[in-house]
Nanobody
Framework: QVRLLQSGGGLVQAGGSLRLSCAAS????????TGWFRQPPGQEREFVAA????????SYADSVKGRFAVSRDNAKNTVYLQMDSLKPEDTADYYC????????????????WGQGTQVTVSS
């Protein structure tokens, strides 16, 4: 059974940092592209970042570029989203997702999803 188990959310002040984790079981993340998405309160879920399965190439939404960084630890079968210089507008439920092909910003193309973790940034 495939599971993506997320951890690391919470409450932080503006300008602070958080690191989200997405630990996989039942699949090897190095063979999957992993995306991070977020859903702000009352809004649609949106793409945040992704890391490609083979090359490890990363991509980011313009709103987080330069502040967020996605990485993967193959030994731990875990993908991380390091979030720095957080802003109140980063407040959202964050989700990781995996697909056995190249990364995409389209959430409909991901096969497996984490349970979500809440991030709240206070001003």
């Amino acid at each position: 059974q495939v599971r993506l188990l997320q951890s690391g959310g919470g409450l932080v002040q503006a300008g602070g940092s958080l690191r989200l984790s997405c630990a996989a079981s039942g699949l090897t993340l190095s063979g999957y592209s992993t995306g991070w998405f977020r859903q702000p309160p009352g809004q649609e879920r949106e793409f945040v970042a992704a890391i490609a399965w083979y090359t490890g190439t990363t991509s980011y939404a313009d709103s987080v570029k330069g502040r967020f960084a996605v990485s993967r630890d193959n030994a731990k079968n875990t993908v991380y989203l390091q979030m720095d210089s957080l802003k109140p507008e980063d407040t959202a439920d964050y989700y990781c997702a995996a697909r056995p092909e190249g990364p995409t910003r389209s959430q409909d193309r991901y096969d497996y999803w984490g349970q979500g973790t809440q991030v709240t940034v206070s001003s």
